[in-house]
């Protein structure tokens, strides 16, 4: 996660919130960080408070912005049929995304996900027939315990019957072992 940018979407929010609502705040500041002769009052016009509230609106804009940003460049982290958390991250499509073909499917899994530099991906319907099945592909070296991206394309006809679907993207088992499966599922919607 990239708690870097979500400390500066916080910084612009408050001070766009407080801009707004409390645009005497900054009027305080500026008094504090002024020279004035001991005993005159400040006295900030009109102007000057409308100033601090279209700032505040700006701050906001620009948190609000910022924070978009973040959450459509992050992976979508979900629990596996395992349970774990930490093994693979969907960047493309997210959980209850409607999709279409030639559907692509982004993200990055860590290197035990893989073997051979794969793992298959299936889209199913919403009576979980198998409508469409391929490998993803790493997009890096996949002999590592860290992240490594994968890419892959589905197509796809859209089914006749029903709006949701399921896509399943398993961990490559080699052994055939059922203690090493492991599998990724979200639900889908098509166009």
Do not use: C
Not at 13 to 25: A, E, H, N, R, T
């Amino acid at each position: 996660m990239d708690y870097e940018a979500y400390i500066i979407v916080g910084i612009f929010l408050s001070f766009g919130l407080l801009s707004l609502l409390k645009p005497d705040w900054m009027i305080r500041f500026k008094r504090w960080t002024t020279f004035w002769v001991e005993g005159a009052e400040y006295l900030p016009s009109r102007r000057t408070v409308l100033v601090y509230r279209i700032l505040g609106v700006i701050f906001i804009l620009l948190g609000s912005v910022v924070f978009a940003g973040v959450q459509k460049e992050m992976p979508e982290e979900l629990a596996t049929t395992t349970g774990n958390t930490d093994i693979i991250r969907l960047t493309s499509p997210r959980s209850g995304e409607a999709i279409e073909s030639p559907l692509i499917i982004t993200g990055e899994a860590r290197g035990p996900w893989y073997f051979e530099a794969t793992f298959p991906v299936v889209l199913t319907d919403w009576d979980g027939l198998i409508i469409a099945q391929h490998y993803a592909e790493a997009q890096d070296s996949w002999m590592t315990t860290e992240y490594v991206p994968f890419r892959a394309v589905l197509e796809f006809e859209k089914p006749a019957y029903g709006e949701r679907g399921s896509l399943i993207l398993r961990k490559s088992n080699a052994s055939g072992l059922p203690e090493h499966d492991d599998a990724l599922e979200i639900s889908i919607k098509f166009k």
